[in-house]
């Protein structure tokens, strides 16, 4: 069966700008999380989403970082007046159920640069 | 604080030369270990789970074993194609449903 696939695959924007982030995870997986990996680094966890329940937020950076999920589909990260800072590689991954008894499935990632 | 530490950072071996990469961790209770093997340009691909200690799991040339303060990745007469960079993950036993990743150990092995 497909993967999860995010898109785009790589976006180059400019300082200020908006930036919208997609990710499709893998059909009947109710759980999805977002990562930020900079190079070099460990994968920094973003949010996560479980269902219909309230996304657990805590790891987003700031107020520009938001995102959705709908339903048990399709999710979006929008980085809001992007800065040089927010170049990284943005990691999606879907995973049966939320919590470490099951497993994440990761996409490709969407490479980010801020110019 | 809880904590996952991966070592080495890096690991340079020639083909067929075994050796193994360290991944351990403080959490005061493991709900689950995780290793990745992740290639430039890629998204993590899922390798092995590990759930409490004494447990041991393989595949091809890798195996990974698990005791209460850390995991080991064995790799056994190692190829070109293992080199990447592989990733260990811990969930902790609670109410967090957040992983803590290590920065990973970067392979390479050499013809």
């Known amino acids: 069966g497909a993967g999860v696939s995010q898109s785009p695959s790589n976006k180059v924007t400019e300082k200020g700008k908006d930036v919208e982030l997609r990710c499709d995870p893998i059909?009947?997986?109710?759980?999805l999380y977002w990562y930020r990996q900079r190079l070099g680094q460990g994968l920094e966890f973003l949010i996560y989403?479980?269902?219909?329940?309230?996304?657990?937020k805590s790891g987003l950076p700031s107020d520009r970082f938001s995102a959705e999920r709908t339903g048990e589909s399709v999710s979006t990260l929008t980085i809001q007046r992007t800065q040089q800072e927010d170049s990284a590689v943005y990691l999606c991954?879907?995973?049966?159920?939320?919590?470490?008894?099951?497993?994440?499935?990761f996409g490709p990632g969407t490479r980010l640069l801020v110019l | 604080e809880d904590q996952v530490t991966q070592s080495p950072e890096a690991l340079r071996l020639q083909e067929g030369e075994s050796s193994s990469l360290n991944c351990s961790y403080t959490?005061?209770?493991?709900?689950?270990l995780f290793w990745y093997r992740q290639d430039p340009g890629k998204g993590p691909e899922f390798l092995f789970t590990l759930y409490s200690a004494g447990e041991e799991k393989e595949k091809e040339r890798l195996k990974a074993t698990l005791t209460k303060k850390e995991s080991f990745l064995h790799i056994t007469a190692p190829k070109p194609e293992d080199s990447a960079t592989y990733l260990c993950a811990v969930f902790q036993s609670g109410g967090s449903y957040i992983p803590t990743f290590g920065r990973g150990t970067s392979l390479i092995v050499h013809p």
């Open positions: 991954a879907s995973s049966l159920l939320a919590g470490g008894k099951e497993t994440q499935y």
């Open positions: 059909s009947g997986h109710t759980a």
């Open positions: 989403f479980q269902g219909n329940s309230a996304p657990d």
């Open positions: 959490v005061s209770g493991l709900r689950g």
